[in-house]
């Protein structure tokens, strides 16, 4: 009687599910995601920047800063001061040494503001600074 | 005796999948959650003038002056000329001496898309060295 009990067992375990093929895609999708994250640290905030035939999208670049029509300057989910730009840029470098930064603008912005936040990005210890531009098409 | 052997084996030697399981969708959905998929376009430039970042091109060599005026008014080479106009006159003034490179100065209001455009001109004009700086008011 007791055996057949533990017959009955055995017949429970044919009830469950095989997890394996479930599993193999579930890490598929893990390794797919970890080998395309890039850990981008964006502004925050969408920003209208101008079309560009000739930017590049080739070069991957880890911090976005965003001049807003406004006078705004968002960077890291943030808005941050003029001033701030400077020892936000200097920890970022210590962090990653490899980042690179780019600066996008919006179509309204005042070419002076921009021209001070890539300042304060090279003084930070970045040197490679592109200026953002949207794909022609709104790509 | 024999039933009862083969049924603890099997039990013990059975790995529970489960805690794994959780742990692995666990870090799937961190990284769905932090994957960025949109790619920022950019375009390199230097900067000339104020107090960071050198001048983009050989100072001696010179090089062909573009500016951007606050009121949208864009002057090649101290001629005024329309946006879309700015390829063919750099790549004129280019063609006159190669080794040149384009410095672009924006007056301190100028609007940023276009000088955007500008430089983006300059850049279909074959023109690689390119600097951007500001002029003072």
Do not use: Y
Not at chain 1, 75 to 95: A, G, K, N
Not at chain 2, 17 to 25: E, G, Q, S
């Amino acid at each position: 009687m007791r055996a057949r009990r533990h017959r009955g067992g055995e017949s429970g375990e044919e009830h469950g599910i095989d997890l394996a093929p479930m599993l193999d895609f579930v890490l598929n999708l893990l390794i797919f995601f970890i080998i395309t994250t890039s850990f981008v640290r964006e502004p925050g905030i969408f920003v209208n920047a101008a079309e560009a035939e000739t930017a590049l999208g080739d070069q991957d670049a880890n911090i976005l800063i965003a001049v807003r029509s406004n006078g705004e300057i968002w960077m890291d989910r943030r808005q941050v001061d003029l001033r701030e730009v400077r020892p936000l840029v200097e920890r970022l470098h210590l962090e990653r040494p490899e980042d690179t930064v780019i600066v996008v603008a919006d179509k309204g912005a005042a070419s002076g503001l921009v021209a001070e936040v890539m300042d304060e990005v090279k003084l930070g210890g970045i040197d490679e600074v592109g200026l953002g531009a949207a794909t022609v098409g709104g790509g | 005796m024999r039933l009862r052997r083969h049924f603890d084996h099997s039990e013990t030697t059975g790995i529970d999948l489960a805690p794994m399981l959780d742990f692995v969708l666990n870090l799937l959905i961190f990284f769905i959650i932090t994957a960025v998929f949109t790619k920022q376009m950019f375009m390199p430039v230097g900067r000339h003038g104020g107090g960071a970042g050198g001048p983009a091109g050989d100072e001696e060599a010179g090089s062909i002056s573009v500016i951007v005026k606050a009121s949208g008014e864009v002057l090649v080479d101290n001629r005024l000329v329309d946006v879309r106009a700015v390829r063919a006159n750099v790549e004129r003034l280019h063609a006159q001496k190669p080794e040149w490179g384009v410095m672009v100065t924006a007056e301190q209001d100028a609007e940023a898309g276009v000088l955007v455009q500008v430089i983006d001109q300059v850049r279909q004009g074959d023109v690689e060295n390119v600097s951007f700086g500001t002029s003072s008011r």
